[in-house]
């Protein structure tokens, strides 16, 4: 077998001295002609222009957000960039506690981490402990469309904002509620956060290498998807109430979340009643073709799954004997000696270049990517035609702040994202467009009510 090995690498070796172009090849690199250092700090991070018009399909929703941190705010946040009109309601003095998460990024009360997820938003602050605080809130659903909440369990219901209480006011309302376990169950009143969910779900356990220690997703996945989740379940409600007039209650949990995030994982347990090890960087097939390797240069995913495309990458490797071998003939014999095939693959890809394979790969249509950084994905060219980074005007700061849209696109018109509200900017506003005059206005700050 090293015998072999070193055979491939002598061959691989004199085709690379070759510089035999595969077609397509060019534009693949030419793609990547800013990423070719680690941290990509050769390119500045590209600008799209589109000049098509704002298109905002919930233009005419109102919506009443009570939530904070990120999984309600990420949910209503992606409602004001579809158009809705997103009042936040937040505590005097204090705000939304991600406000103050400025170890990330940000400036004091105005967290890189709050903005990316409150754009387009107007703020309100109250003291719920008030009565007329709540009365200001039944005043907004009255004349609303959605309220979402992220409160623990049961302290809606406690404050009169709960399903029952609201849609007495506006029975076409529609009421999320998001929470780590649910309105039911004996978890309910547990505390959640997303590591937590994360430990508690399964997916700390199913990630990492097989014989390492369970490892958290290292961003708050769950957190965000949770929001996602919470958006579809509004957008069916939406929907429902133009068909029948009829208000909604949606209980959104994380946890829940989480199962369907993990997905196939959950039928396959409950099929065979067992627990699969951690694959590490393995591929969902389960193949050394379709892995995660170390380069010269970093490391490089591949995704050769099907006969055309492991023929493919065994040719712009130079191993094509490797297709011989009745060791691994057949998807099954590839998965029965998938520690022979990965060694063997491990050597090749440890004398390359993955930035130079890459291209190569790309040109075959084999499913690859050099792994990269956040820093050098954002610098990548692709993002000037694909419109998906938004601006949003971010208070103090002398750039506008880019955020992502919504993960998709229409065709009629881009989405936008408005300025991120300094705390309680919007409070007189909002007031007056529901009937407070100015004296009223003043009587309840004065009163500690906003």
């Not at 209650?249 to 959950?266: K, R, Y």
Request: aromatic share 6%.
């Amino acid at each position: 077998m090293v015998l072999y090995i070193i055979e491939k690498l002598n061959d691989l070796t004199v085709a690379m001295s070759m510089s035999k172009s595969i077609p397509g090849e060019q534009e693949f690199r030419e793609a990547d002609v800013d990423m070719t250092s680690r941290d990509g700090s050769s390119a500045p991070i590209p600008k799209a222009t589109d000049s098509r018009p704002v298109t905002r399909p919930l233009a005419g929703i109102t919506v009443v957000d009570l939530t904070h941190a990120l999984s309600g705010p990420t949910c209503t946040n992606l409602l004001a960039m579809l158009g809705a009109s997103v009042i936040k309601i937040e505590r005097i003095g204090v705000g939304d506690d991600f406000r103050h998460y400025t170890e990330h990024a940000g400036l004091p009360g105005m967290s890189v981490p709050f903005a990316g997820v409150n754009t387009g938003k107007k703020s309100l602050t109250l003291d719920l402990k008030s009565p007329q605080a709540i009365k200001i809130v039944h005043d907004l659903v009255r004349r609303g469309d959605i309220v979402v909440e992220n409160f623990r369990p049961g302290v809606a219901t406690k404050l009169k904002l709960d399903w029952e209480s609201l849609r007495a006011i506006n029975p076409r309302l529609i009421h999320a509620s998001i929470s780590g376990f649910g309105q039911t169950g004996e978890l309910r009143d547990w505390t959640a956060y997303d590591h937590i969910v994360q430990a508690m779900s399964g997916i700390m356990w199913m990630n990492g290498e097989p014989d390492d220690d369970p490892m958290k997703v290292g961003f708050p996945i769950i957190d965000t998807f949770t929001g996602y989740m919470a958006l579809i379940g509004i957008l069916a409600a939406l929907q429902r109430r133009h068909t029948t007039g009829e208000g909604e209650s949606i209980d959104v949990a994380m946890l829940d979340s989480a199962f369907n995030l993990i997905g196939n994982a959950v039928p396959i347990y409950f099929h065979t009643n067992e627990l699969r090890a951690r694959t590490g960087n393995r591929g969902y097939r389960l193949v050394a073709t379709s892995e995660t390797y170390k380069t010269l240069d970093g490391h490089i995913a591949i995704g050769a799954n099907h006969q055309h495309q492991i023929e493919a990458l065994c040719d712009v490797l130079g191993c094509t004997s490797l297709l011989q071998d009745p060791r691994f003939a057949t998807h099954k014999d590839r998965v029965r000696n998938h520690e022979a095939l990965r060694a063997a693959l491990a050597t090749l890809f440890s004398n390359v270049q993955g930035l130079e394979v890459e291209p190569k790969l790309a040109a075959r249509h084999v499913p690859v990517a050099f792994v990269r950084d956040l820093g050098q994905i954002l610098k990548h060219p692709h993002w000037r035609e694909r419109n998906l980074f938004l601006e949003s005007e971010l208070p103090g700061a002398e750039q506008a702040l880019r955020v992502a849209g919504p993960g998709f696109q229409f065709g009629s018109g881009k989405l936008a994202a408005g300025p991120v509200p300094k705390l309680g900017e919007h409070t007189d506003e909002v007031l007056e467009g529901i009937g407070y005059d100015a004296a009223a206005i003043d009587a309840l700050r004065r009163d500690g009510v906003i």
